[in-house]
């Protein structure tokens, strides 16, 4: 199976669907999207709900999984109505930050009040980081600023505070939880989760998840200059994390923000979490049909550090050319694949601590014999109980995965194929990013498409009643992914019913 030649990506991409995109979800699926977006700063819920359900009947159309995420707006904080519609500030002005029910028309006012969560001294910057103010002094609604640099304000122009610190419960505003009734109605595979801050807002989301008994998963989206002080602990939370370098460029600096999404994928990959690179990333197609030189290096750039996803927002959400960019991004990602992974790059650099010190299994047997009529088998069972006891869960898990990754590189294998009930076992072997796909067998649809928007991952949903490998493989002979004399690593658990019990590495041979 040559992954390239096939059109296989690794990379995945994500696409923000909107007006331009509503009715070509289908088209922007076969030209190469894993996830849809749904952007929940725009649009109301009947909205959403046609196109989650246009992009489940275009999935199944087209026999893939495809990720829903329902991205929530967070506490996005906006200027209100100003009089005439915009002012000119000027450096030096002291300007007022209003929200009482009394504001004066000499005042700003704003949509949420941070009165008291600011201090003398803090950064606020308005029109999105065009305009930077001082905190001079706050009382009971009222923020008196210092403009830092002149510039034009506008109604609902946004604001950024990067030294201020929000309580958990201040990240889920009124609208996001009216929103979450979105997602407990439809079960939504992901919720990208804004303005994260610690690791206690993911903790915060998942109780309320788990109190309507969802089993969705979270992206915490990395934008605030206070996250990027607990990017750790707040990846460990997690479940997936976008490098979001819009807002994060405005907290921090232009600079520091490829720096700062260095750091984000060696712990995504550290803590086996897919890793989401968004904004810009082909802002000039909004417009026009080409890139520029820069966007497509920008793309190359992110396979090169072994990103999951990259992501695309107002390029198909409402640009001219959203079909056309998304098989642009398909282009360039195999393009870049072809080199970066083959010649294995910077895609290696993995933290050593995500090894463990033996990756030799604790217990060996081996039997041989022949499976159905096309393939034969050599078990090696890896003992995952001594395993663990060993070398810890996180260890023996990752033990696991290396040795199926080592084996299948020792015989030249197409595929890895992981069985899995919750997408443990793809996500630990994605981690460590194989240079074969993944063929990733769940008995969920649910997995199945969580799983589309990991790294070198192909889900295929399964029933539990069947020899899993024998009908995947079948499959994937078919389509011609497979022919005779190949080899295929398969890595699953004894015990079908236990999830994360992977223990066992079959070695197939196409025959």
């Not at 995945?12 to 700063?41: D, M, W, Y």
């Not at 949509?111 to 009971?140: C, E, P, Y």
């Not at 990733?440 to 020899?467: D, R, T, Y």
């Amino acid at each position: 199976m040559n992954p390239h030649a096939s059109g296989f990506k690794k990379t995945k991409i994500i696409a923000t669907i909107g007006p331009a995109s509503e009715e070509k979800i289908e088209q922007l699926l076969a030209a190469g999207v894993n996830g849809v977006r749904l952007n929940f700063s725009h649009g109301a819920h009947s909205w959403h709900k046609d196109i989650l359900t246009k992009a489940r009947i275009a999935a199944k159309k087209l026999d893939r999984s495809v990720a829903i995420i329902q991205d929530l707006q967070g506490p996005k904080i906006r200027l209100g109505t100003l009089p005439n519609g915009s002012i000119e500030l000027k450096a030096g002005q002291k300007i007022q930050l209003c929200h009482t029910k009394n504001c004066q028309p000499s005042q700003f006012p704003i949509q949420f009040d941070f009165s008291a969560l600011v201090k003398k001294g803090d950064s606020i910057f308005l029109r999105d980081g065009m305009v930077k103010t001082k905190v001079i002094s706050s009382n009971k609604g009222v923020v008196t600023v210092e403009v830092q640099n002149s510039g034009k304000v506008s109604s609902n122009h946004g604001l950024n505070l990067p030294d201020t610190v929000f309580d958990s419960k201040s990240i889920i505003t009124t609208k996001d939880l009216k929103d979450l009734e979105f997602t407990y109605q439809n079960d939504v595979d992901y919720i990208a989760l804004s303005f994260v801050q610690t690791a206690n807002d993911i903790y915060h989301v998942k109780k309320l998840l788990a109190a309507h008994k969802r089993d969705t998963k979270v992206i915490a989206k990395i934008e605030t200059k206070v996250a990027t002080t607990n990017l750790e602990s707040i990846i460990m939370a997690t479940d997936a994390v976008m490098i979001a370098r819009g807002d994060l460029a405005i907290e921090t600096s232009n600079e520091d923000v490829p720096l700062i999404g260095r750091e984000i994928i060696k712990f995504a990959r550290l803590y086996k979490k897919p890793v989401i690179m968004a904004t810009q990333m082909l802002e000039s197609m909004i417009s026009s049909p080409q890139p520029t030189r820069a966007e497509v290096a920008d793309i190359a750039s992110a396979v090169n550090l072994g990103v999951s996803c990259v992501m695309l927002s107002g390029e198909t959400a409402m640009g001219e050319y959203p079909v056309q960019t998304v098989e642009l991004m398909k282009r360039v990602i195999l393009k870049s694949e072809s080199y970066f992974v083959q010649n294995r790059l910077e895609i290696d650099l993995i933290p050593d601590k995500s090894l463990p010190s033996s990756v030799l299994p604790v217990e060996y047997t081996q039997e041989v014999g022949l499976v159905e009529r096309f393939i034969t088998q050599s078990r090696k069972t890896l003992g995952r109980a001594a395993l663990s006891a060993k070398l810890g869960d996180e260890a023996a898990q990752t033990s696991v995965s290396l040795a199926a990754i080592t084996l299948a590189q020792q015989v030249g294998a197409k595929i890895i194929l992981a069985e899995t009930l919750t997408g443990s076992t793809a996500l630990a072997i994605s981690a460590l990013r194989p240079p074969m796909p993944i063929i990733i067998a769940s008995p969920s649809e649910k997995v199945c498409n969580q799983m589309a928007i990991v790294w070198g991952g192909k889900p295929f949903l399964v029933s539990k009643k069947h020899h899993i490998s024998a009908g995947i493989i079948k499959k994937l002979v078919v389509k011609k992914s497979l022919e005779k004399s190949d080899w295929v690593v398969q890595a699953f658990g004894k015990n079908h019913n236990v999830a994360g019990g992977t223990d066992t590495i079959r070695l197939i041979e196409v025959v």
